[in-house]
Nanobody, 123 residues
């Protein structure tokens, strides 16, 4: 089983910064990508940023230039540095890992989610 534990959320004033971190542990064969998603009340979950094992990144337009995603491959960790936070960034943030898992002779892609961490931007 794979566990993703996210941390670093909290309350911050507009213009402030936060750093989220997510650690994957358990039976992990090959992580091929990790990412952060968020879900605000009454809205669908949306991609914030993602990063592949080769460090190729992708960002939502709304966070480009303000958020930076990074990975520590050897530690199965992904971080999201968030700057110039706005009230519209308020949401529960979830980390995700896409993993190739070996089951007997088969290699199967699987997706795992963390428990979510609340980010609130308010004065």
């Amino acid at each position: 089983q794979v566990q993703l534990v996210a941390s670093g959320g909290g309350l911050v004033q507009p213009g402030g910064s936060l750093r989220l971190s997510c650690v994957a542990s358990g039976k992990i064969d090959t992580i091929i990508g990790m990412g952060w998603y968020r879900q605000a009340p009454g809205k669908q979950r949306e991609l914030v940023a993602s990063i592949t094992v080769s460090n190729s990144t992708n960002y939502a337009d709304s966070v480009k230039g303000r958020f930076t995603i990074s990975r520590v491959n050897a530690k199965n960790t992904v971080a999201l540095q968030m700057s110039s936070l706005q009230p519209s960034d308020t949401a529960v943030y979830y980390c995700k890992a896409d993993i190739l898992q070996r089951h007997s002779a088969a290699v199967i892609p699987e997706t795992y989610w963390g428990q979510g961490t609340q980010v609130t931007v308010s004065s």
